[in-house]
């Protein structure tokens, strides 16, 4: 079976999809790799391929499909809104083993926005209704959009979805916040919801999905086909197998400190190549130690010390000297304040 029919199944079954959600830097190949290992998602995202009048697919990116060491589906997200490169970056993206085209708007990069790609798309409905089409045409295989709200007010999302429901898309992921909120508290999980109701097509949940009782709720509030999850499967490689262990009704197996420390070696193991200089190693430990620090009990201390580390001697102290213990950890971020359905 090709990915891309392994994918289609996976949105016409009953049961509830689990994804990794695309993150620029950080769903590479290595790391894709670690969280497969923990039990891992059904499906993955690439990061957005940058696409222009001139890109060509970055080799890195393409190494996580090329390379795909999960033995599951990869889905290639691309950004940008010139429509001839989309054309021929989705056209050239298809010899390879991929599950699906995404198309991202919601990336709240001021940098990406400014120049009307990513989220900033959102601001040009019109824009966003010619890009649905040709690319629509010009995929064979399932083609999927991945959205916030709107730019700057969830108001925005009523006539967006009118689009969506226009082009016969495969799949709408919905990250319940607005493009200016960024990364705020008051994500709309109620707008997944009539997503869900008023779309043919399978609609996805993301947004702060941090725990495994926290996701069988959202799944049953939204009636959402799945959910995408980013940061909480940075905190939590186990995540993925707790809500599928939840949604069977089985008792979830909580982590020890000592397993986060075991998953933080594996990470560093993978990640790290021995022609880097180890100030650059510990700089590129703490991209994700930002993520893992906040489901640690005590996250303002442990981030305060592992923030200042230069030296892999002090990273591995400051490690040990909050995880080496055997108690249960739930990893979830004390700082969320939201409800789980709002
Ligand atoms: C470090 C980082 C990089 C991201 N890069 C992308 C990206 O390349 N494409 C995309 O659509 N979203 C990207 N996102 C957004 C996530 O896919 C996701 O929508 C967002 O983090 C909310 O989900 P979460 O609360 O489960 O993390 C990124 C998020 C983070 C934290």
Same mark, same amino acid.
Request: include cysteine.
């Given at each position: 079976?090709?990915?891309?029919?392994?994918?289609?199944?996976?949105?016409? &079954? =009953? $049961?509830?999809?689990?994804? @990794?959600?695309?993150?620029?830097?950080?769903?590479?190949?290595?790391?894709?790799? %670690?969280? /497969?290992?923990?039990?891992?998602?059904?499906?993955?995202?690439?990061?957005?391929?940058?696409?222009?009048?001139?890109?060509?697919?970055?080799?890195?990116?393409?190494?996580?499909?090329?390379?795909?060491?999960?033995?599951?589906?990869?889905?290639?997200?691309?950004?940008?809104?010139?429509?001839?490169?989309?054309?021929?970056?989705?056209?050239?993206?298809?010899?390879?083993?991929?599950?699906?085209?995404?198309?991202?708007?919601?990336?709240?990069?001021?940098?990406?926005?400014?120049?009307?790609?990513?989220?900033?798309?959102?601001?040009?409905?019109?824009?966003?209704?010619?890009?649905?089409?040709?690319?629509?045409?010009?995929?064979?295989?399932?083609?999927?959009?991945?959205?916030?709200?709107?730019?700057? &007010? =969830? $108001?925005?999302?009523?006539? @967006?979805?009118?689009?969506?429901?226009?082009?016969?898309?495969?799949?709408?992921? %919905?990250? /319940?916040?607005?493009?200016?909120?960024?990364?705020?508290?008051?994500?709309?999980?109620?707008?997944?919801?009539?997503?869900?109701?008023?779309?043919?097509?399978?609609?996805?949940?993301?947004?702060?999905?941090?725990?495994?009782?926290?996701?069988?709720?959202?799944?049953?509030?939204?009636?959402?086909?799945?959910?995408?999850?980013?940061?909480?499967?940075?905190?939590?490689?186990?995540?993925?197998?707790?809500?599928?262990?939840?949604?069977?009704?089985?008792?979830?197996?909580?982590?020890?400190?000592?397993?986060?420390?075991?998953?933080?070696?594996?990470?560093?193991?993978?990640?790290?190549?021995?022609?880097?200089?180890?100030?650059?190693?510990?700089?590129?430990?703490?991209?994700?130690?930002?993520?893992?620090?906040?489901?640690?009990?005590?996250?303002?201390?442990?981030?305060?010390?592992?923030?200042?580390?230069?030296?892999?001697?002090?990273?591995?102290?400051?490690?040990?000297?909050?995880?080496?213990?055997?108690?249960?950890?739930?990893?979830?971020?004390?700082?969320?304040?939201?409800?789980?359905?709002?």
């Amino acid at each position: 079976m090709t990915p891309s029919e392994t994918f289609s199944n996976l949105l016409r &079954s =009953p $049961a509830p999809v689990l994804s @990794l959600a695309p993150m620029q830097d950080v769903t590479t190949l290595s790391f894709m790799r %670690v969280i /497969a290992r923990y039990g891992g998602p059904e499906v993955y995202w690439t990061e957005f391929f940058r696409v222009h009048d001139v890109s060509r697919p970055e080799k890195w990116i393409l190494d996580s499909i090329t390379k795909n060491p999960t033995g599951r589906p990869v889905v290639a997200q691309l950004i940008g809104n010139d429509i001839p490169a989309l054309i021929r970056t989705a056209k050239e993206l298809q010899h390879y083993p991929i599950a699906a085209i995404d198309l991202n708007l919601g990336c709240p990069a001021p940098i990406v926005y400014r120049k009307c790609a990513g989220g900033g798309l959102l601001r040009e409905p019109q824009r966003v209704d010619a890009i649905l089409g040709v690319l629509r045409d010009a995929v064979t295989i399932p083609f999927t959009v991945k959205t916030r709200l709107g730019f700057e &007010s =969830p $108001a925005e999302f009523e006539a @967006l979805l009118k689009i969506f429901a226009k082009h016969p898309i495969d799949l709408l992921t %919905v990250h /319940a916040r607005t493009v200016l909120q960024m990364y705020r508290p008051g994500v709309r999980y109620d707008l997944i919801a009539q997503a869900a109701r008023e779309l043919k097509c399978p609609v996805f949940a993301n947004g702060n999905v941090y725990s495994a009782t926290q996701a069988q709720q959202l799944l049953t509030e939204t009636d959402a086909h799945g959910l995408m999850i980013g940061r909480g499967a940075i905190r939590n490689p186990w995540l993925f197998d707790q809500i599928r262990a939840q949604l069977r009704g089985e008792k979830i197996k909580l982590p020890t400190g000592r397993d986060v420390l075991a998953y933080i070696h594996e990470l560093w193991d993978n990640e790290i190549s021995p022609d880097i200089k180890e100030l650059s190693q510990v700089q590129r430990m703490k991209k994700f130690m930002n993520f893992i620090g906040e489901g640690i009990s005590s996250p303002t201390e442990f981030l305060h010390a592992i923030r200042r580390v230069e030296t892999t001697v002090e990273f591995w102290r400051i490690c040990e000297e909050f995880l080496s213990h055997d108690q249960p950890m739930n990893l979830e971020p004390p700082a969320i304040v939201e409800r789980a359905i709002e």
